[in-house]
């Protein structure tokens, strides 16, 4: 069993700063990328950024100069340093994984977390 585990969200005012930290756990054999989403109310989930393993971030047209993806493979750790947040940026944040288990190391799934709500207001 895989689980992402999200920490970091919350209030914050316009213009401000905050850092979502995930730590995905459990049976990893191997995991390919990590990234985020988010999910506005009334709107579909969305893209904020992935980074691969080995590889540089990529990120979402909207969020690109303010936020900053990076990872820790020695903890199995991604975290999504937000800044100059706007009130548009309020969403639940989940985070992504591709994992691969050890119970099937050649077989890559998609993982979620549960998500931890930022809210942009003053």
């Known amino acids: 069993q895989v689980q992402l585990v999200e920490s970091g969200g919350g209030l914050v005012q316009p213009g401000g700063s905050l850092r979502l930290s995930c730590a995905a756990s459990g049976s990893i054999f191997s995991i390919a990328a990590m990234g985020w989403y988010r999910q506005a109310p009334g709107k579909q989930r969305e893209l904020v950024g992935i980074?691969?393993?080995?590889?540089?971030?990529n990120y979402a047209d909207a969020v690109k100069g303010r936020v900053t993806i990076s990872r820790d493979n020695a903890k199995n750790t991604v975290h999504l340093q937000m800044s100059s947040l706007k009130p548009e940026d309020t969403a639940v944040y989940y985070c992504?994984?591709?994992?691969?288990?050890?119970?099937?190391?050649?077989?890559?799934?998609?993982?979620w977390g549960q998500g931890t709500q930022v809210t942009v207001s003053s």
């Open positions: 980074i691969a393993d080995g590889g540089k971030p």
């Open positions: 992504w994984s591709s994992i691969a288990r050890t119970e099937d190391p050649h077989i890559y799934r998609s993982y």
